[in-house]
């Protein structure tokens, strides 16, 4: 039986994109790769299938196969976070029961989100269906606060009331929110839960509160400067990281992210293949791609900072 | 051939509240003998799943196996537009290729709702594919405009690149902004497609500019008050039923909607099954549902504009 599941995850973990192959699909070989790139470059390990990986768009089905062939391909599951939210819980349930039983680290849940102005109690009825719908003591639940997109925030209310309820398998929260306030609200109200910042810059601040780390895209383009952003905070020798990392996150305003996200990565590995986005979200335009690359490079991030730049990776 | 989906649609269509078994699975039993009331009281057809049915709170196997079992009780499919919409694309071309195939009137479809500020040309692109993916010209795609729950609105620019590009299968937009001015603007920019509003009191209005009805969850509760607010509109007969309607309108203010909506079908139907909501979504507490029972009441709609208030109904 996988235990994975039972240790509270701390580090660096990247929530990452997900490549299409040319017919629209995940491509799982390029996936498996860039995740194995990833890791050489000092990530603890990844959230599959979160906003970043637009792991909305895909199907249960598509969602499944993607985790079924990162594990054929070799990823420790324990190196992995897999994002089971859907709109509809019989869904959540499915994908969630899916992840227990591959042994991944743990399972990042978002609360349903077509409904806006859900209540709290709405919040937990559906996080604790959830947990009775899965029926399994090596769940580990990671609840995925990220209104900005979900419209349903998880309010302290709902998180107290899970962690009374389900002790053993309320294990953190991933705050999306990019509000420091809100993450150091999570950090004084629940010291018991691993709690994962998703906006890079407040990753010092939330470590220095008692923060288990971060789950943040940029992860994918320059893990070697979000590994020494962690490992150095607090140390002076953080400050440069902190700089550049605050100068990629401005550059970026008014830019769609995820695609701004993709046409760098394709930038970065010379594979024009990872500027595909799936309907709703669309690649940038040839001009705006222009500014956006050209803004990237002015952050003055070091070409050794980003994934697969020694080549002697394994 | 089913050839269901070649009218264009006209009337009062009520979006169906979906009601619940004890396992919390859609009642179809429940749901064939509401759908019957409702069509003895004057209603021409339902849209399946929409919001108020809560359709995004079910899988796509329960939204296929509810819409099969409306079928087998004997519903009309030409009297059925089915609601196909979900986050993620496969899983929308897979329910409205459904649909299509059980000659269902059309299919109500929202564009993928996870992440917002998606751009006219992500919204163009949503919809392509999944015409695209059903490919079968016999679909009549209704778009469903509903950005205060969806967080995508469907402008004009993605519907006018939409009619050019698919000018059989784009037939018509289920409004439900809420706002007279923009159902107005989609009546005279789009006056080939048919436009429903979601918004009763809006109804009478969008009739007189060119509507083609409503599609909205009142229906459900005073099927005959919807009825004469559509048959009289811009009749002196209309004050009346638009005068009730205002009023329930301005009652509900401040409820959530759904959960008020289902706590006022189980009184009218005597019936406490329906008030049973899925999460996220969760019934009244007592006391709000006492009051909000109490101010619907005071209303003054008649017992006799509700559904199965004829106890002779078939």
């Known amino acids: 039986m996988p235990s994975a599941m039972r240790e509270p995850l701390r580090g660096v973990w990247c929530a990452t994109l997900t490549p299409l192959a040319s017919d629209g699909r995940p491509d799982h070989e390029r996936l498996a790769a860039h995740v194995r790139r990833i890791f050489a470059a000092g990530v603890d390990g990844i959230a599959l299938f979160g906003t970043t990986g637009e792991g909305q768009s895909f199907s249960t089905a598509e969602r499944r196969a993607g985790l079924d062939a990162l594990l054929a391909a070799g990823i420790d599951p324990a190196r992995v976070l897999a994002g089971t939210g859907c709109a509809a819980l019989p869904e959540t349930i499915e994908l969630t029961r899916h992840a227990v039983s591959c042994g991944c680290a743990g399972a990042l849940v978002l609360p349903p989100f077509f409904f806006k102005d859900v209540s709290a109690a709405g919040v937990y009825a559906s996080f604790a269906r959830i947990a009775d719908g899965v029926a399994d003591e090596r769940l580990r639940l990671y609840l995925y606060h990220i209104p900005q ?160 730049a020694d080549r002697s990776d394994p």
Chains 1, 2 share one sequence.
């Open 149 to 308: 997109a979900s419209g349903v925030a998880i309010e302290h209310e709902a998180i107290a009331r899970l962690i009374r309820d389900y002790p053993t398998l309320i294990a953190g929260v991933k705050d999306s929110e990019g509000n420091l306030e809100h993450a150091l609200g999570l950090l004084s109200a629940f010291p018991q839960l691993a709690i994962f910042v998703g906006f890079e810059p407040h990753l010092p601040a939330a470590l220095a509160a008692g923060g288990a780390g971060t789950i943040c895209g940029i992860a994918n383009l320059y893990p070697r400067l979000i590994r020494r952003l962690y490992d150095h905070a607090g140390d002076p020798g953080n400050r440069d990281a902190l700089a550049l990392v605050e100068r990629f996150v401005a550059a970026l305003e008014g830019y769609p992210l995820f695609a701004a996200f993709k046409a760098l990565a394709a930038e970065l590995a010379g594979d024009p293949a990872w500027e595909a986005l799936r309907p709703p979200l669309v690649p940038l335009g040839a001009r705006e791609r222009e500014a956006w690359l050209a803004a990237a490079a002015q952050c003055g991030i070091a070409r050794s900072d980003a994934a697969g």
